[in-house]
């Protein structure tokens, strides 16, 4: 999209970007993004009534309180927040049929507590599915705490996760069975309108959110299970080392981490041992 009042990002603006971006998430933005960037950053310099991509660059290079909030919007045009409900089904299913028995087992004796991290949980329909499986396997055996933490490096995605109001393509793989289980559906507001999900309050309170780099250790707690799916993609061997690492700190022994499809440990050094393709175990 060419938009007459901006001149188009140089491949030496889209360079800084791409360098800053690396040093805050350890993205690795190819080259291959440069029309989608600054689509994204367009957006930025009209809010900002900025006349070019460097302005722009030079603003967020400040070190002052303007900049860092602006670093905020930044990292929300830059990152992708594709994600829906039961997103491959089967991790859902080892969650119920393999994590879930081995945390009851490991924990008879002691206090019930299963902790899951959803850590690039994106727009919240990763959490809540980790809720609503979680929920079923659980909730009708008394004493059980069950905490999910859901994180994401993007603030604005964060937010509206926090409000658990979903479109048709959220549910889009879900039948109208589980529809009505898990959501309170809201009827379009106007004919043209869409209709609504909500998830139900039950799930819903047990998802908290926090931001969170996953360049950066997780210092709040241990897990059973972490969900770090479609997000390693983005990362050089370099990052995801680090990530991985920080993810291996943050879990139990025992515990597992899920990953996405396309994603594995290969090529790089970890102590987790492979279980099956995206799924390793501390
Ligand atoms: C494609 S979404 C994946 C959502 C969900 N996990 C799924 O598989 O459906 C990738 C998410 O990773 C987040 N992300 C990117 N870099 C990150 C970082 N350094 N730390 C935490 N989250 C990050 C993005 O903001 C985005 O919401």
Redesign the pocket.
Known sequence: MVDPNYAPITTGEFQLFAKLIYKI???HLRDSKIALVSNRLRKRLKALDLGSYREYYDYISKNDSKAQSEIMHF?DAI??????FF?HETDFDFLRTTVIPEVEKRQLARNKNIKIW?????TG??PYSIAMTVAEALDEIPGWNIQILA????TT?LSNAEKAVYGPYAVSRLNNYAINKYFDRQKPATPAGEEKYLVKPHYKKMVKFKR????ESMNVMKFDCI?????LI?FDNESKTQ?IQNLYNALNDGGYLIL?HAESLMRIKSNFKYVRPSIYKR
Do not use: M, P, Q
């Open positions: 998430a350890g993205i990292i990152t992708t927040n594709e994600t829906y997103r959803s850590s690039a949980s994106s329909e990763e994180s994401d490096i993007n995605v969170h780099n996953l360049k969900f770090c799916r479609n997000v983005y990530v996405g």
